[in-house]
């Protein structure tokens, strides 16, 4: 399999293309060792940092922004926003607050990336 890819582990961008036979994978275009870590991990098991809202009861706003702890793998992205669509918190709420936590067993938290304060 020939795949190509462009870098993103820093502001140079590499277009990096990997080659995959089985086991064995090849990647050239890179500048730096961080590229091949890259393409490896993308090609074996790619992650994504999610961030997204959930419901907030109580607050000057609807929807309370939140982002995971580290990143997902990216099988995972569909049940984790799936899940997230049922979470209601309630204010107050503060920056870092862990809002879900240890998705799927992932060791992986949901945590709240602002403060909103209760109103009414």
């Known amino acids: 399999m020939l795949k190509e890819m462009i870098c993103i582990t820093c502001p140079v961008g590499c277009h990096l293309?990997?080659?995959q036979e089985g086991d064995n994978i090849e990647v050239t275009?890179?500048?730096c060792?961080?590229?091949k870590q890259y393409a490896i991990a993308e090609m074996t098991n790619p992650t994504r940092m999610l961030?997204?809202?959930v419901?907030?009861?109580n607050a000057i706003y609807h929807q309370l922004p939140v982002i995971s702890s580290s990143p997902i793998p990216f099988g995972k992205i569909a049940d984790t926003m799936k899940l997230l669509k049922e979470v209601e918190v309630e204010a107050p709420?503060?920056?870092k607050d862990v809002i879900v936590k240890d998705i799927f067993g992932l060791g992986i938290d949901m945590i709240a990336s602002?403060?909103?304060k209760k109103v009414g």
């Open 17 to 19: 293309t990997v080659k």
């Open 29 to 31: 275009g890179n500048t």
């Open 33 to 35: 060792p961080r590229g």
């Open 51 to 53: 961030t997204t809202t």
């Open 55 to 57: 419901v907030i009861k």
């Open 93 to 95: 709420v503060h920056e």
């Open 114 to 116: 602002r403060s909103m």
